[in-house]
């Protein structure tokens, strides 16, 4: 147990630390403290002596008093530190509860000090604003104000008047009449050249002042415009008050400026804004919807029948169920109708109108703007015409360009045939071999321009829409092969391997001449545009949902973007000295463009310049049949 009285040491010695520690604040009942100081100091010197000689517990080893010591020392030991401990509180606590008293005392009074404090306060409040109430009321006015009483003299005035009026400040003050303040400012002011001229502004301004009337407006000297207005008060006095309207009229100027600025703006983009209230029914609308209907609108009602008959007769039960419908929904709309000018000429007009609702959920009123589409009318009729006579010029360029093809092709298959006949020696030996080499170069150059021609002709059809398509069920993978084998020769002439990738299940529904051909271009430019020993990769893919692609991707030359669009068209060439030096007329990829459109197909081409071109035939699903039905159909 010898930590249990280590432990009571501990807390009388904490006890008797804290006490000492509050000597300033007990110093009123120094008796108490003493008592309580020596106490807690005797008892704990009692535990410290239980803890290191007398306890059972004790730290020695041996016993200073003997067992009947101890026993004795058990019961009385702590006797005499505790009596005064006990004497200590009973005196402390009365001391205590006396001080409570004081402090619930003089907390009273510090309370009733403080009630009547606040009233002083409050009063001396009340007093200082009720002086000084008059001249605040006045002072806080922001016009010009001054007072006369029934004799017509000064009863106070505010900061601002004496500011206005420079000219009687060292007269003016309470008791002044108001003609010695106007006499005074004329003879000042320097306003008038003569005595009359003073004299009868004077009488003016005394009949004005004493019989007041209207407001009226007064200009200063330094430009700024002020509203006079003088009331008779009760008692028979005046009061005068100046309010600086300058501000007001430059923003009714500058109003007036926007508002003609807005309607020549209007003027010239032949708009004009209206506005309806449901609530009072009334219409407004601008100068330049007057001048759209036709009207001069100096004298015009402007009211809704006013405006509907102007409407076109034909669009009117258009007009108005698009109106009901967004006033009913809430929504905005814009419809265009027809109107007639009194003049009788029609105008074609775009009406955009916003509906705002009440609190309630219903129109209030919608505004918008009319706008004469006329001219854009006009436009557009003629556009259409132009691209009319547009599509003519071209279907007529292209059937001329079509019979041309064809009146081309008789004579030059013959100089083919006749060349190949010379060149084979069908009819006997020639007599120089150059003549047949010059036999052998008319039929080269004859089938380059017979398949140029061929190229015209079919582009010409395309374009004419003179061409079908003859939908059969085709394997892709009998195209690319036949595509390969076709080239097989001109690739191996510059060393450039073909590699082929195909689905064999793959079937269609299209035009078997056709797909050979942009195979054949498609594939014959990559060879065309590839360096030898180069490579070129025909393959397919089938992971979309709505299409499946055949992509030709070589490791040439390549193209810009810019390019890219360039070849596209009838005729295009790229800039690039490899292009210069490659025969062709520019039709291949536009023409097979055409083709994989009509079959419903998209055709994309990547590329870039020094790495190679990859174009991609995009043709939709619905194109392809289960490969076993396909196969009956073949078979």
């Known amino acids: ?57 004790r730290l020695a080893t041996f016993s200073l008093y003997g067992a009947e010591g101890e026993r004795y020392w058990d019961i009385f030991g702590y006797l005499p530190g505790l009596a005064l401990v006990f004497l200590g509180v009973a005196r402390f606590l009365p001391a205590v509860a006396q001080l409570n008293r004081e402090i619930e005392g003089r907390k009273s009074s510090e309370e009733m000090i403080k009630r009547q404090t606040a009233d002083l306060r409050i009063a001396k409040q009340h007093a200082e604003k009720a002086e000084r ?11 010009a104000f001054i007072i006369f009483d029934n004799e017509d ?21 309470p008791g002044v009449t108001f003609e010695e303040l106007i006499r005074h400012q004329a003879t000042m002011s320097g306003y008038f050249q003569d005595e009359e001229a003073s004299e009868e502004w004077i009488q003016k301004r005394l009949e004005e002042h004493r019989q007041p009337g209207e407001p009226r407006e007064q200009v200063f000297p330094n430009g700024r415009i002020y509203r006079l207005s003088e009331f008779k008060t009760v008692s028979g006095g005046v009061v005068a008050l100046r309010t600086d309207i300058t501000e007001l009229r430059e923003r009714e100027q500058s109003i007036r400026q926007i508002n003609q600025r807005l309607e020549e703006a209007q003027s010239v983009a032949h708009i004009g804004n209206w506005i309806h209230d449901y609530r009072t029914g009334t219409y407004e609308w601008s100068q330049e919807t007057n001048r759209i209907m036709g009207y001069d609108g100096d004298n015009l009602e402007t009211t809704y029948e006013v405006y509907l008959s102007r409407v ?21 709309y814009q419809v265009e109708y027809r109107m ?41 009729a003629e556009l259409l015409d132009a691209k009319v006579r547009a599509e003519e010029g071209t279907k007529a360029k292209s059937l001329f360009l079509a019979n041309m093809s064809h009146e081309l092709r008789t004579p030059l298959n013959a100089v083919i045939g006749f060349a190949e006949v010379i060149q084979q020696e069908m009819f006997g030996p020639v ?23 061929n190229d015209v002709l079919d582009f010409s059809r395309l374009e004419a829409g003179q061409e079908e398509i003859r939908k059969e069920p085709i394997k892709i993978e009998e195209i690319i092969s036949w595509t390969s084998m076709m080239l097989a020769s001109k690739a191996e002439e510059k060393k450039i391997s073909l590699d082929v990738a195909v689905d064999k299940r793959l079937v269609i529904q299209g035009d078997l001449r056709k797909l050979r051909q942009v195979m054949i271009n498609l594939v014959n430019n990559a060879l065309k545009f590839t360096a030898e020993g180069g490579r070129i990769s025909i393959r397919t893919n089938t992971d979309s949902d709505n299409y499946f692609s055949i992509l030709v991707r070589d490791n040439g030359c390549g193209i810009s973007e810019a390019e890219i669009r360039q070849v596209m068209r009838p005729f295009g060439r790229t800039s690039s000295s490899v292009s210069k030096s490659i025969e062709g007329t520019g ?30 035939i995009r043709l939709p699903r619905r194109l392809t049949e289960a490969p076993e039905k396909m196969l009956k159909k073949t078979s």
């Open 431 to 453: 007599g120089s071999p150059r003549y047949k080499q010059y036999a052998e170069n008319i039929h080269s150059s004859g089938q380059h321009l017979l398949s140029l021609i």
């Open 133 to 143: 109430l008059l001249m605040e009321a006045i002072e806080s006015i922001s016009d």
């Open 153 to 173: 003299r000064v009863v106070a005035f505010n900061r601002q008047y004496a500011g206005l009026f420079e000219h009687v400040d060292d007269i003016l003050r």
């Open 312 to 332: 076109h007769p034909d669009d009117m039960e258009r007009m108005k169920s698009v109106v009901s419908w967004a006033a009913e929904k809430g929504e905005n």
């Open 1 to 57: 147990m010898i930590f249990g009285e280590f432990a009571l040491f501990l807390c009388l010695a904490g006890c008797l630390v804290h006490i000492l520690r509050q000597k300033r604040e007990l110093s009123r009942i120094r008796s108490a403290y003493r008592l309580l100081c020596a106490g807690l100091a005797l008892t704990s010197l009692n535990a410290l002596n239980d803890i290191l000689l007398i306890g059972p517990n």
């Open 587 to 616: 039709l291949g990829l536009p023409l097979s463009k055409s083709i994989v459109e009509m079959h419903d197909g998209e055709m994309r081409i990547e590329s870039e310049v020094g790495k190679g071109t990859t174009v991609e």
């Open 340 to 380: 007639i000018k009194p003049s009788g000429d029609v105008v074609h007009v775009l009406e955009i109108g916003q509906i705002h609702l009440d609190e309630n959920g219903k129109p209030a009123f919608v505004n918008g703007t009319i706008q004469d589409v006329t001219a854009q009318h006009q436009v557009e």
